[in-house]
């Protein structure tokens, strides 16, 4: 059975950081491309960033994050992590993070996302 279990987040004033955390199970972690998704109230879902399978070298950010977060996997401990700074009150949402094995690139899974498995996400508040 596979499971996503995110934790992180939270309430935190504007430029402040936050790191989310993403712990996979039940399938092979190393072979599948991983993404952060945000749900605003109100919005459609956003592919925040996207890392490739394996050691992750290609990686894609959306550009309203770009140059803010960071993502990063750790393969040994099937998670995937993200890094936030500079948040502001437009990054509230709940994350959640997918996995998807056959995707020809990162960017093609945060923008046109047809994901394999998914999780039920952290809350992230920004506000004073």
């Known amino acids: 059975q596979w499971q996503f279990v995110e934790s992180g987040g939270g309430l935190v004033q504007p430029g402040g950081s936050l790191r989310l955390s993403c712990v996979a199970s039940g399938f092979n972690f190393n072979y599948y491309n991983i993404g952060w998704f945000r749900q605003a109230p109100g919005k459609d879902d956003e592919g925040v960033s996207c890392i490739s399978s394996g050691d992750g070298t290609s990686t894609y950010y959306a550009d309203s994050v770009k140059g803010r977060f960071t993502i990063s996997r750790d393969n040994a401990k099937n998670t995937v992590y993200l890094q936030m700074n500079s948040l502001n009150p437009e990054d509230t949402g709940v994350y959640y993070c997918?996995?998807?094995?056959?995707?020809?690139?990162?960017?093609?899974?945060?923008?046109?996302?047809?994901?394999?498995?998914w999780g039920q996400g952290a809350q992230v508040t920004v506000s004073s």
């Open positions: 997918a996995a998807d094995l056959s995707v020809p690139t990162v960017q093609e899974m945060c923008t046109n996302p047809l994901y394999d498995y």
